[in-house]
């Protein structure tokens, strides 16, 4: 049971690089949402940008900071074991520092591992540390990444929603495409369908400005895509 009145929560995280920045609010979030289910208060959160995995983590520039108000009880909260070490050793290190000074921490991606526990800090490191914890790492920091993207409306893989045009990493509205969707629209109004020739015909010579056709499912989508406004991120169906 967690004692709130005895100890400090700190969260922290790292990025490899500055084109990691995105992975800055993933990690926050992460934390707080982590730290808000334990029933938990995080009063700083320490964030180390552009800094090397290989670097130990109270040798980072945020790192020494976090370390010079760590007392006994305290509780650091990690998004992913990634941010806390990179290899075996090194996170042995790291953790039996921790362990010595009665320091807990935990990981807002495995609620269920009990790093006060000799098995914890034994499976945080033997087990997660091989070439399989890394895979499933990378896949996850990923994952956090494209989503921050998605979220801030941001351009996070191929698809172009209906009415913008791709820019760089980001969206400009599209007003041709706004227009032919108004027009099929219209003419789904008039009560035309792609089944009639009519329809067909007209759509022969009407070709998207993204490079792409008219056709059901296009059309389909776009529909729904203008009765939600056009929006950056469509709803999930």
Known sequence: MYRK??????????????????????????????????????????????????????????????YKLLKPKDHI???????????????????????????????????????SSPFGVRFCYSELGGAVGEKMIIKERTSDALQVLRKSGKVYNRFVPTGWRRRGNDFTPCMEDRRQTEILAQWKEEGLTLSKSAIKARLAGMKRPRGTHWDRNTISTALKHRAQGYPKIPPKD
């Open 77 to 115: 909260i990690f998004q992913r074991l990634d941010r806390l070490f990179r290899n075996g050793p090194d996170g042995a290190r790291v953790m039996d520092e921790l362990v010595g000074r009665g320091i807990k921490f935990s990981f807002s991606n495995m609620p269920g591992l009990d790093t």
């Open 5 to 66: 009145d005895t100890m400090v929560i700190y969260g922290y995280g790292r990025a490899s690089t500055d084109q990691q920045h995105l992975t800055q609010a993933a990690q926050r979030e992460s934390c707080y949402a982590y730290a808000e289910r334990m029933g938990l208060k995080i009063e700083k959160f320490f964030y180390d940008h552009a800094t090397s995995g290989g670097t130990e983590l109270f040798e980072r520039p945020s790192g020494m900071q976090m």
